[in-house]
């Protein structure tokens, strides 16, 4: 494993490997990528083990986790480019909220709900929880009600 502050190391897959990750990344099933990746599996059984083998191959796992994890960085570090303007254009609406500006505000709301800004939403959740246990079967001679837990 390396540090935080250094970036994962690209790992070496084949053309075919390389291609997986690809189309797993694209949105692709398993067995899809499978295919797109190039392979030719005589059955669909085969496909589907093949393609479960791959997929927990250790080296496509690895890149998968590195390409993910730079993906959410890339997405996060747009989202926060977002911010300050949604900031500003949320002061400009709560100082002049119309009808027409509830779109706009909805949007900059959801722009700083994805960039962690979301306030704590909190559930009161009242009742009573009643726990029965049941004993089905006792093989000892003793009664189910008298079985110990």
Known sequence: MSD???EEKEVKLSIKHERFVN???SGMSRSDAYLEAGYHPPSKNAL???ASRLYRNIKVQKELQRRRKAM???YRERMFDDVGEALDVRKLLLKSAT???SVR???VRDI???A???PKEETDVGGTIKIIHEFVGATDGRSDDTLET
């Open 99 to 101: 009808r027409e500006h």
């Open 116 to 118: 962690g800004f979301k």
């Open 23 to 25: 189309a797993l990344l």
């Open 112 to 114: 700083l709900d994805r």
């Open 4 to 6: 935080r502050g250094e």
């Open 105 to 107: 505000m909805a949007a």
């Open 72 to 74: 959410e960085e890339e």
């Open 48 to 50: 589907w083990v093949g």
